[in-house]
């Protein structure tokens, strides 16, 4: 399940489930979203990215869906695998007072289970 | 193909002293973002350069700076640290000068402040 916190919001799922993981973007001017995995050690690595045009892109084995109305995004992971274990940042593209400066969710620690 | 490099990995440092650190962004990339990122929380925005010039600069204190060069490498500097600049410094590179544009990612360099 999900659960908030003081530290970092955790997603626990088993092997072969589908995760979605949500973020709430605080700009709604933005009209640029990109997801983000960030693995223990690395840096954040591009998994998919969204336009305010559109309400769903999908990708291999994710979808991301948005909703402009409750400034919404979620991440859907299918079949999830142990490799996806990591913490995944939804980013906007305008930040505070309307600057163009892109701007990352606090994040979601998914954790697969085998 | 090289990734975003960053040097660094680690670093040492004790309150009162100034860090330097160093980006090299992908090939063919000519802007170079630098993010910090405190443990549990996403990045945190603090210049994006394009073209050897200042195109952004989040809400860090002037002790933060930054340049590029004519190779589209950058430095970032911090002066007199604080202990709560402890954290993971990333840098990003990109095509051009946007906010929709998708970021790559170095593995950052880690800079304890002691």
């Known amino acids: 399940g999900e659960s908030v916190g003081l530290h970092l919001p955790t997603l626990s799922v088993q092997e072969g489930d589908n995760s979605i993981i949500n973020c709430a973007y605080s700009?709604?001017?933005?009209?640029?979203f990109i997801w983000y995995k960030q693995e223990s050690g690395k840096g954040p690595q591009f998994i998919i990215d969204i336009r305010s045009n559109m309400d769903k892109r999908q990708g291999q084995r994710v979808t991301v869906l948005l909703n402009k109305t409750v400034k919404h995004l979620s991440l859907q992971i299918a079949a999830t695998q142990p490799g996806d274990s990591a913490v995944y940042f939804c980013?906007?593209?305008?930040?505070?007072?309307?600057?163009?400066?892109?701007?990352f969710g606090r994040g979601t620690s998914l954790i697969v289970h085998p | 193909d090289a990734g975003v490099t960053q040097s660094p990995t680690h670093l040492i440092k004790t309150r009162g002293q100034q860090v330097t650190l160093r980006c090299s962004p992908i090939?063919?990339?000519?802007?170079v973002s630098w993010y910090q990122q405190v443990l549990g929380q996403g990045p945190q925005f603090i210049f994006q350069?394009?073209?050897?010039?200042?195109?952004g600069r989040g809400n860090f204190p002037d002790r933060f700076s930054a340049r590029q060069f004519p190779n589209y490498s950058s430095e970032l500097n911090v002066n007199a640290l604080l202990l709560g600049d402890s954290a993971l410094y990333l840098c990003?590179?990109?095509?051009?000068?946007?906010?929709?544009?998708?970021?790559?990612f170095g593995s950052g360099t880690q800079l304890s402040v002691l």
């Open positions: 090939s063919g990339h000519k802007s």
């Open positions: 980013a906007e593209n305008i930040g505070p007072g309307g600057s163009y400066i892109p701007t």
């Open positions: 350069y394009y073209e050897k010039e200042e195109r």
């Open positions: 700009n709604s001017a933005s009209d640029y």
């Open positions: 990003a590179s990109s095509l051009v000068q946007t906010t929709n544009e998708k970021l790559f």
